[in-house]
């Protein structure tokens, strides 16, 4: 295509947002909202599953050895231990320290208690807090393991958590792009109704189906990634105050929300793609049934 008619395309394409002003006003809003709605949800979804992570690296699950094995035999249990295949680390913990770390949470309790009432153990930390119960299995067939302490109602609490989240914001997503997709595909054939007359003349004088395209395609994605960028920066500026909120009202240990810009570079490539594909799709799904003239 030359330069001179791909010009010309793009100024028809940039001049139809401006003739059906309301319309193009409302497919933007529309998509603002939708767009604002999703990219909300997407970020609530990555905070909870990073906070989701935090919390599975800090659960840990506890190999309590034999309490007739002396401290080397103890310690000669980690290297099988760490031979299983879902274990990302095993940490020695001797009596005395376990007796040390307990008298600091509950001194009166364990101030007179002797250290060899207590049994050597490994706190372990797992690759996929998922396979909590086989790798317990396993643990437990480890000579020297007497007993393997795991917080398995928790992990499957936050692994059900992770999975309703996904299901609900894939489904919302879903639902808004349909209804972002069906907005601008009406602003399009709205424009086609106005202009069918002279869509039929270029029909007969020879025009193209392209070129007579690319304008309303070019109306479509101007709109969807001018609705995109404007919900980009609302959604920034909700977030900064959202979190601003949340931390005068909350605890920051109690959720703690993750800075914007970790989100900014996936966030803004999910919004241009979501307006691009909303614009184009709405376009070309409208202009189609009026090139047959």
């Given amino acids: 295509m030359k330069m001179n008619n791909f010009g010309y395309l793009m100024k028809e394409g940039i001049r139809g947002i401006f003739l059906r002003g309301f319309m193009s006003f409302a497919a933007v809003c529309v998509t603002v909202a939708c767009l604002l709605i999703i990219g909300s949800i997407s970020a609530l979804l990555y905070n909870v599953n990073v906070k989701v992570e935090e919390e599975a690296k800090s659960t840990q699950i506890l190999c309590i050895i034999d309490e007739n094995f002396s401290e080397a035999e103890a310690k000669s249990v980690g290297s099988k231990v760490n031979m299983i295949p879902n274990v990302k680390q095993a940490v020695f913990v001797s009596r005395e320290e376990a007796l040390r770390e307990f008298s600091e949470k509950h001194e009166d309790v364990f101030a007179t208690v002797d250290p060899q009432t207590l049994r050597d153990r490994f ?171």
Avoid: H
């Fill in 123 to 293: 706190a372990l930390t797992l690759e996929d807090n998922n396979l909590m119960e086989e790798t317990v299995e396993q643990l437990r067939g480890v000579t020297g393991v007497a007993e393997v302490v795991a917080p398995m109602e928790l992990a499957e609490d936050f692994s059900s958590l992770q999975y309703i989240m996904r299901i609900i914001s894939g489904v919302v997503i879903a639902l808004l792009l349909v209804v972002s997709l069906l907005i601008i595909a009406n602003t399009v054939k709205l424009a086609m109704y106005d202009r069918k007359d002279e869509i039929a003349i270029m029909k007969m004088v020879g025009a193209t189906n392209g070129f007579i395209r690319l304008p309303f395609v070019v109306e479509g994605m101007l709109l969807g990634l001018f609705g995109a960028a404007l919900a980009f920066f609302m959604e920034w500026a909700l977030y900064d105050a959202l979190v601003e909120w949340m931390n005068g009202v909350a605890s920051k240990e109690l959720f703690q929300f993750v800075p914007f810009e970790t989100l900014l570079v996936p966030l803004l490539a999910v919004f241009i793609a979501a307006g691009l594909f909303v614009g184009l799709v709405g376009s070309f799904s409208s202009i189609r049934k009026f090139l047959d003239v």
